[in-house]
Antibody
Framework: EVQLLESGGGLVQPGGSLRLSCAASGFTFSSYAMSWVRQAPGKGLDWVSGISASGVNTYYADSVKGRFTIFRDKSKNTLYLEMNNLRAEDTAVYYC????????????????WGQGTLVTVSS | SYDLTQPLSVSVSPGQTASITCSGHKLGDKYVCWYQQKPGQSPVLVIYEDNKRPSGIPERFSGSNSGNTATLTISGTQPMDEADYYCQAWDSGTVVFGGGTKLTVL
């Protein structure tokens, strides 16, 4: 059974930093592209960042480019999102999600999602 | 940046057919997928590659994509189908979601 378990969310001040983690199990983690998708309270889905199965290729939404870094550790079956210079508009539930296709260089479709972790940016 | 436009809301009576549209420039040239999200839950993939259903998704869910518009169709809509629905496409490594449509079954 595929499981994605996010952690690391919390309350942080504007300008602060946070690292999110997503522990994956139930599939060959190193064979699938992964993404982070966020959802602000009462709002729609907003793709944040993606990483290829190999970890070589990374992609970012314009709104987070230069502030967020996605990376993965295949030895720990874990996906990460390093978030710096956080802003109030980054407040959201952050979901980790797995791509449907094996060995993809980028996200195509997301077939499994975690339960999400809440990030609140406020003073 | 690429934009996908969905209606804010769609209403349907139980047992009837619901259609939710997703519009974007030359969207028919891309693959579109659809997610269902119920309150307090994570999204669930219900259609991928325009018209394919993942295992476990009921046959009443179908999709199409042509020209500038993709459509999610739910035949014989059930009360349990009441949810938010999001279309999604991808291009050059980036992913785009539509704004979401709230489907009300009443």
């Amino acid at each position: 059974e595929v499981q994605l378990l996010e952690s690391g969310g919390g309350l942080v001040q504007p300008g602060g930093s946070l690292r999110l983690s997503c522990a994956a199990s139930g599939f060959t983690f190193s064979s699938y592209a992964m993404s982070w998708v966020r959802q602000a309270p009462g709002k729609g889905l907003d793709w944040v960042s993606g990483i290829s199965a190999s970890g070589v290729n990374t992609y970012y939404a314009d709104s987070v480019k230069g502030r967020f870094t996605i990376f993965r550790d295949k030895s720990k079956n874990t996906l990460y999102l390093e978030m710096n210079n956080l802003r109030a508009e980054d407040t959201a539930v952050y979901y980790c999600a797995k791509d449907r296709l094996i060995a993809a260089t980028a996200t195509v479709e997301l077939d499994y999602w975690g339960q999400g972790t809440l990030v609140t940016v406020s003073s | 940046s690429y934009d996908l436009t969905q209606p804010l809301s769609v209403s349907v009576s139980p047992g009837q057919t619901a259609s939710i549209t997703c519009s974007g420039h030359k969207l028919g040239d891309k693959y579109v997928c659809w997610y269902q999200q119920k309150p307090g839950q994570s999204p669930v993939l219900v259609i991928y590659e325009d018209n394919k259903r993942p295992s476990g998704i009921p046959e009443r869910f179908s999709g199409s994509n042509s020209g500038n518009t993709a459509t999610l169709t739910i035949s014989g809509t059930q009360p349990m189908d009441e949810a938010d629905y999001y279309c999604q496409a991808w291009d050059s490594g980036t992913v785009v979601f539509g704004g979401g449509t709230k489907l009300t079954v009443l």
